[in-house]
């Protein structure tokens, strides 16, 4: 069965700095995908990036960014420039190819110090 | 483009009484949906999900059940209450195969 590892309980990073969360998932599958996701504190879930396995190149969007390591199963996530708005709950999350259930990780709590 | 709206908000219920959520969506057809439930401070534990109308797959053996009535609408019911049932409860639909997940604004349930 799949699961979704995120090892990091909780972390914090200084405004404006950069901060790399990471997550590991154990799969037999070559094809999948992979997200993470956004819970701020009103609870909202919010998709920050996503990331196709059969992809090499590393999905980006803005100041969020991935390090995907097939082989490695890893598949951290890098928010540069931190800002006061980016502390919340971040889960990373794996989709099997034509499946309907998406696996979650456990999640981290990202605080953001001024 | 595509809507999710989940109702009410915030829920207070006494134990023992019944409980119904509500969840639909907009700008889409023959979505996967899914109801969550999340404790505080902890991650998501799938309920229920749906590929179609009158079609529940139940992962969680409990005193709730799910119905799908509408193809774009996703009904959560309890017929007595619990205080375990209390939690962040999420709706989220999925458009296409393969596709992410997304997510209504919640409903956060207190059972007294």
């Known amino acids: 069965a799949q699961t979704v590892t995120q090892s990091q309980p909780e972390m914090s990073v200084q405004e404006a700095e950069t901060v790399t969360l990471s997550c590991t998932y154990d799969t037999s599958e070559s094809d999948y995908y992979l997200f993470w996701y956004k819970q701020p504190p009103s609870r909202q879930m919010i998709l920050v990036i996503r990331?196709?396995?059969?992809?090499?190149q590393n999905a980006t969007e803005n100041r969020f960014s991935v390090n995907f390591q097939k082989a490695a199963k890893s598949f951290s996530l890098k928010i540069s420039d931190s800002q006061l708005g980016d502390a919340a709950m971040y889960f990373c999350?794996?989709?099997?190819?034509?499946?309907?259930?998406?696996?979650f990780g456990p999640g981290t709590s990202l605080s953001v110090i001024p | 483009s595509q809507t999710i709206h989940q109702w009410p908000a915030t829920l207070v219920q006494p134990v023992g009484s019944p409980l119904s959520l509500e969840c639909t969506v907009e700008g889409t057809s023959n979505p996967n949906l899914y109801w969550y439930r999340q404790a505080a401070g902890r991650g998501l534990q799938l309920l229920f999900y749906s590929v179609g109308i009158g079609q529940i797959s139940s992962e969680v053996p409990q005193n709730l059940s799910a119905s799908r009535p509408q193809d774009r609408q996703f009904i959560l019911s309890s017929k007595k209450l619990l205080l375990s049932d209390s939690g962040f409860y999420l709706c989220?639909?999925?458009?296409?195969?393969?596709?992410?997940?997304?997510f209504g604004d919640g409903t956060r349930l207190s059972i007294l």
């Open positions: 999350a794996y989709l099997k190819t034509s499946y309907d259930k998406v696996i």
């Open positions: 990331q196709e396995a059969y992809k090499q």
């Open positions: 989220a639909y999925q458009q296409l195969t393969n596709q992410p997940q997304h």
